[in-house]
């Protein structure tokens, strides 16, 4: 399949448009480097080394104790005590002075004792997208060393927000987009194929569903559910699958009655293949010609609720919440600049490769 002449035409004709080629590649890196998020922003070490153990906070739970302390809650790796427990093995005197004698240790003049030194392996950015930084004097904080970005109004620091916030983004947006494409093209299919008293049932079904309020919806459902990712996204599906109905049904009803299409019904070939294979291409490139404004209007959605408030609960990486910050710290426009050009830069990079796609697949380039 990959291998074939047909996707070898689509495949050049896509890097032929060097827009659609380059945004491809730049969003593969954005969305690699936040997809592991956890590995380029955390207030965990990656990897730490105690007594010749190898411990991995980023994504493991290690108690103080574990490392010579002496509460059992989780460590906190920041502190200097915690980091001379670390470095020093357990020493005793870390609990009395662990600044200066984790500074003694690194140099190796602690008292003239040889100590087996501990180490820890920090992410390139040490905070996590809900990490307070007590240290900030005024919230929001203006970018330095520290913080690239700056901080929020609650010394968050905004860089780690924006990827953690990134990659919910683009995760929302394409289960939403995925799952309510599914669900278009098979009830338009049905529609259009079939036709008839099934086109016309479905037809006014979908008219009453397609008119129904999404955001009245979502606000009463806030109000009686606690909103989480997995909620907010079915709500989102089930009120965002219409869109391919009207595409892919006058695709199925304008094919359907073809030559090639009324042989396979006379040879006996089943409907689901004579759909699948004969009819489905055909409707793919509407479909495709409608999937950048499926794909932005699924992160504009998602945006524009949680600046609402009606979206994520804030204790969440959004981008939206960004933006609400940015508007009530009109003193702070690091904010409004960080949230701009992230959606703005987001959503071009999606539309030049959708539109990359788009062109790739349409007949009249491939076949040509």
Known sequence: MFNSPLTKRRFANFKANRRAYWSLIIFSVLFVICAFAELVANDKPLLVSYKGDFYTPAFSFYTETDFGGEFETEAEYPSPEVQCLIKSGGLEACLDDPESVAEDILDGTFEDQPIEKGWLIWAPIPYSFNTINYDVQTAPSAPDSNHLLGTDDQTRDVLARIIYGFRISIVFAMIVVITSSILGIMAGAAQGYFGGLTDLLFQRFVEIWSS??????????????????????????????????????????????????????????????????????????????????????????????????????????????????AKNNLQAPWLAFAAFLTISVMLSLLVFIFEGLRDAFDPRKTFK
Do not use: C
């Open 212 to 325: 129904m309020p999404m955001l009245y919806v979502i606000i009463i459902l806030a109000a009686i559910l606690k909103m989480n990712f997995f909620i907010l996204t079915l709500i989102v599906i089930l009120f965002g699958w219409t869109g391919l109905v009207g595409l892919v049904r006058a695709e199925f009803l304008r094919a359907r009655n073809f030559e090639y299409v009324r042989a396979a019904r006379a040879m006996g070939v089943p409907d689901w293949k004579i759909m699948l294979r004969h009819l489905l291409p055909n409707a793919m490139i509407a479909t495709l010609t409608f999937l950048p404004f499926a794909v932005t209007g699924a992160i504009g959605t998602l945006t524009s609720l949680d600046f609402l408030g009606f979206g994520l609960p804030p204790s969440y990486p959004s981008l939206g919440e960004l933006s609400l910050q």
